[in-house]
C-alpha cells in the first residue's frame, strides 16, 4: 500500500483528486505534501480562501467528525493539525491581502492557575481548521488578561479551559467580572476541561460546555452564526 502512495505525483492530479488526496494527507498528518498540494492549488488559480475552506477545513472536518464519534484519539489528530498548519502557514498572509471572510474570532487560554494546555492547544487548533481565527493567551489567564484580549482583538468568543478541580471555579470569576464591567452581552464564553461538565457551565453562566474539540468547533459555529443573525436583525 505504501508503495502505491509512494507513486502519487500530487501535481498530475486534477483539483477533485487533489483535493480528495488532501483530504487523506491531513488525515495521515503529512504536512509536507499538505503545503506541497496547497501551492499547487495556488498555482493554478484557486482563491486563497477556497484552498481554505474547500481543501482544509473539508479535511479537518472529517478529523473533527472522526474524533468525536471515537475513531480518532487526541494523538492522531494533534498530527492532522499540524499537518493543516504548513498549509495555513502559507494561506495565512495571503488571506491577510484579500481581506477573506472569516468564520469567528476567539480568544483562548487556560485559566489563573492552571498549566495544562493539551486540550486548549486541541481546541484551538481544531478552531483554526475550521477557518476561525484563533488567539491563543498560552496558560494560567488571570481575568485581566481574557480582558485585555478582548479590548485588542474584538473576538466573538472568549474560550476557557481548566483541567483541575482547584482552578475550575475561577472561570465564573472571569463570567462575573465581564457581566460587572456590562461586558458579558458583547461575547460568547465557551468553557471546557476533563472536570468540567454541562451543569457547571450553566452554573457559571457560560454560553455552553464543550467536551471536547469536536463540540467546541460545532458549538462555536453554531453560536456565532446566531449572534451575527441577530446583529443583522438588530
Known amino acids: 500500500m505504501s508503495d502505491q502512495e509512494d507513486d502519487i505525483i500530487l501535481s498530475e492530479l486534477d483539483d477533485e483528486e487533489l ?37 482544509l477545513v473539508g479535511g479537518m472536518k472529517i478529523v473533527g467528525d472522526d474524533f468525536r464519534d471515537g475513531i480518532l484519539f487526541v494523538p492522531e489528530v494533534l498530527l492532522a493539525a499540524n499537518a493543516m498548519k504548513g498549509g495555513m502557514a502559507i494561506l495565512k498572509p495571503l488571506l491577510a491581502e484579500t481581506g477573506a471572510p472569516r468564520v469567528g474570532k476567539m480568544v483562548i487560554g487556560t485559566v489563573k ?7 486548549k492547544n486541541l481546541v484551538a487548533m481544531m478552531m483554526e481548521g475550521a477557518g476561525f481565527e484563533v488567539v491563543d493567551l498560552g496558560i494560567n489567564n488571570a481575568v485581566e488578561a481574557y480582558l485585555e484580549a478582548m479590548d485588542a482583538e474584538d473576538p466573538d468568543i472568549l474560550g476557557m479551559s481548566a483541567l483541575l478541580t482547584t ?13 460587572e464591567k456590562q461586558r ?18 450553566k452554573a457559571i453562566g457560560a454560553d455552553a460546555y464543550c467536551r471536547d ?8 459555529k453554531t453560536l456565532v452564526a446566531r ?3 441577530q446583529g443583522v436583525g438588530a
Open 184 to 201: 458579558r452581552d458583547d461575547i460568547i464564553v465557551l468553557v471546557g476541561g476533563a472536570p468540567l461538565n454541562e451543569e457547571f457551565g
Open 113 to 119: 492557575g492552571d498549566i495544562h494546555d493539551i486540550g
Open 213 to 220: 474539540a469536536a463540540v467546541a468547533v460545532e458549538t462555536a
Open 19 to 55: 483535493v480528495q488526496q488532501m483530504f487523506d494527507d491531513l488525515y495521515d498528518g503529512l504536512k509536507e505534501e499538505i503545503a506541497e498540494s496547497v501551492n499547487i492549488l495556488l498555482e493554478r488559480g484557486w482563491a486563497p480562501y477556497r484552498v481554505l475552506t474547500e481543501a
Open 227 to 229: 449572534k451575527h443573525n
Open 167 to 179: 482552578t475550575m471555579p475561577y472561570m465564573k470569576v472571569v463570567i462575573d467580572t465581564l457581566i
